[in-house]
T-cell receptor
């Protein structure tokens, strides 16, 4: 069956360090993968999109990698700040490349001052 | 530019009651979708639409109906509410040039917190 796994429910990182979140998938062949941030009581907010033919994407302190061989995406926040504390979700399109966008369960990131 | 607007923000229903969750977007997006979010379960896709007049089922469609008569609106109907439908519901929209991974970022509404007693 198809699965998306974000392998940490919660992650504690010291301020200033790099936070690395993982998204693994099985039985999918996504054309792209997205990362979102969600704060308590709010809807998810888009951060980055990476396509299957791209290895890496950057935006300010954020970096995403996409390895279609390993079926894995890594999301990095460098020089982390307490304001980066939130839940981060990965999302991708389904196996047959139809129009369903499926989300992982998310990782709660806590940046400790 | 309001983005994606969901109403109501909060709702309490009795078991068996029906209601419609409203979702409207003003970005002329073709693609719209409904998700429910439960603790430990993440966002699960209920129904989605790739354009006016076209809808399809997601991962957890049972107990919900949708329609898409206009590009802007995508209401979600609960015909006979059950306690298992207690959840936070999110509507999202994105620009789509049509299939095969051509969608871009999704914009989400603020959510509707629904409790069924």
């Amino acid at each position: 069956s198809q699965k998306i796994e974000q392998n940490s429910e919660a992650l504690n990182i010291q301020e200033g360090k790099t936070a690395t979140l993982t998204c693994n998938y099985t039985n999918y062949s996504p054309a792209y993968l997205q990362w979102y941030r969600q704060d308590p009581g709010r809807g998810p907010v888009f951060l980055l999109l990476i396509r299957e033919n791209e290895k890496e994407k950057r935006k300010e302190r954020l970096k995403v990698t996409f390895d279609t061989t390993l079926k894995q995406s890594l999301f990095h926040i460098t020089a982390s700040q307490p304001a980066d504390s939130a839940t981060y979700l990965c999302a991708l399109d389904a196996t047959d490349r139809d129009d369903k966008i499926i989300f992982g369960k998310g990782t709660r990131l806590h940046i400790l001052p | 530019n309001a983005g994606v607007t969901q109403t109501p923000k909060f709702q309490v229903l009795k078991t068996g009651q029906s209601m419609t969750l409203q979702c409207a977007q003003d970005m002329n997006h073709e693609y719209m979708s409904w998700y429910r979010q439960d603790p430990g379960m993440g966002l699960r896709l209920i129904h989605y639409s790739v354009g006016a007049g076209i809808t399809d089922q997601g991962e957890v469609p049972n107990g919900y109906n949708v329609s898409r008569s206009t590009t802007e609106d995508f209401p979600l109907r609960l015909l006979s509410a059950a306690p298992s439908q207690t959840s936070v519901y999110f509507c999202a929209s994105s620009y789509s040039r049509g299939g095969q991974g051509s969608k871009t970022e999704a914009f989400f509404g603020q959510g509707t917190r629904l409790t069924v007693v």
